[in-house]
């Protein structure tokens, strides 16, 4: 079993900054990649961004530019930087990942709780 817990979330107003932590947890062998997905209310889920095991990453246009992903191996912790927040980035957010369980390499999903972002302009 893995559990993501989301930290970070809040209102700033727009132009401003927040930093999302998810830290992953509980026995699995590694991690293929840590995704950050948002909702915004009446909107379907959508990936905002992804960092694979090898460091790269993807983010969806709306955000390039402006939101950063970074991690902490040692410590299993995936960063999204925002900067220049706009009204529109208001959301929950959640973390994903899909990790590889026991030496087998079997692949599971899991999610986070989410966090919410308010953005106020």
């Known amino acids: 079993q893995v559990q993501l817990v989301e930290s970070g979330g809040g209102l700033v107003q727009a132009g401003g900054s927040l930093r999302l932590s998810c830290v992953a947890s509980?026995?699995?062998?590694?991690?293929?990649?840590i995704s950050w997905y948002r909702q915004a209310p009446g909107k379907q889920r959508e990936l905002v961004a992804l960092i694979h095991r090898d460091g790269s990453t993807t983010y969806t246009d709306s955000v390039k530019g402006r939101f950063t992903n970074s991690r902490d191996n040692a410590k299993n912790t995936v960063y999204l930087h925002m900067n220049s927040l706009r009204d529109d980035d208001t959301a929950v957010y959640y973390c994903y990942t899909n990790v590889a369980m026991g030496l087998s390499g079997t692949p599971r999903n899991y999610w986070g709780q989410g966090t919410q972002v308010t953005v106020s302009s």
């Open positions: 509980g026995t699995f062998f590694s991690i293929n990649y």
